[in-house]
């Protein structure tokens, strides 16, 4: 059986996080180069994702999963065709506040 990559959707949420992330790191460092190799470890890891979804973390909501990219948790819904990236969630922060309980 051929696996067939399920359409990746950014929710407006998470595009939000995500260029908020890269806003940071383009001031804190004064260059786009981390935040351009940011992108592409999560472009890659939901490109990756879509084809096989089960190789993420189950939560304990129904279709709701997450995949740890560097020091971040890329939150999504995966149904029968396609991965919903819902948020974006710094692992640096207070683990009583994971958005996924």
């Known amino acids: 059986m051929v696996s067939r990559a399920r359409k990746i959707i950014w929710t407006s949420f998470a595009r939000k996080t995500r260029n908020s992330i890269f806003e940071y ?4 460092n004064k260059s786009k180069v981390y935040s351009k190799k940011l992108n592409i470890y999560f472009t890659e890891t939901i490109e990756r994702i879509a084809i096989n979804p089960e190789a993420s973390i189950a939560t304990n909501a129904e279709n709701i999963r997450a995949v740890l990219v560097r020091d971040y948790y890329l939150i999504f819904e995966i149904n029968e065709f396609t ?3 819902l948020d974006i969630w710094d692992t640096r922060q207070n683990p ?3 958005p996924i309980k």
């Open 25 to 28: 790191w383009n001031t804190r």
């Open 83 to 85: 991965i919903k990236v």
């Open 96 to 98: 009583q506040n994971f």
